[in-house]
Nanobody
Framework: QVQLVESGGGLAQPGGSLRLSCAASGFTFSIYAMSWARQVPGKGLEWVSGINSDGTYTSYADSVKGRFTISRDNAKNTVYLQMNSLKPEDTALYFC??????????????????WGQGTQVTVSS
């Protein structure tokens, strides 16, 4: 069965960095787009960033553009989210999500068919 296991969350200071990882299994990772989404308690889900199946196309929400970088290693079945210049408003539960297509649809969370359990990111001094 499909499994997405996130790691790398934790506590960071404003201006600091964290790198999230998502280990995928149970499907042919290299042929599907992947994304990251996040949820703040009491608020809705927000799509954060996406990458196509071969890693040649990436997209970002305006709120993280220029600070976050998504990448993938298809040999390791892993997708990453490098988060720099972190802000308190980046505090959220971050989810790794799988698209049923090779390209994915940036921003459209309804498309994604599998979600990980999430990893908590807290940005605070």
């Amino acid at each position: 069965q499909v499994q997405l296991v996130e790691s790398g969350g934790g506590l960071a200071q404003p201006g600091g960095s964290l790198r999230l990882s998502c280990a995928a299994s149970g499907f042919t990772f290299s042929i599907y787009a992947m994304s990251w989404a996040r949820q703040v308690p009491g608020k809705g889900l927000e799509w954060v960033s996406g990458i196509n199946s071969d890693g040649t196309y990436t997209s970002y929400a305006d709120s993280v553009k220029g600070r976050f970088t998504i990448s993938r290693d298809n040999a390791k079945n892993t997708v990453y989210l490098q988060m720099n210049s972190l802000k308190p408003e980046d505090t959220a539960l971050y989810f790794c999500i799988k698209s049923p297509t090779a390209r994915g649809t940036p921003g459209f969370l309804g498309e994604y068919d599998f979600w990980g359990q999430g990893t908590q990111v807290t940005v605070s001094s």
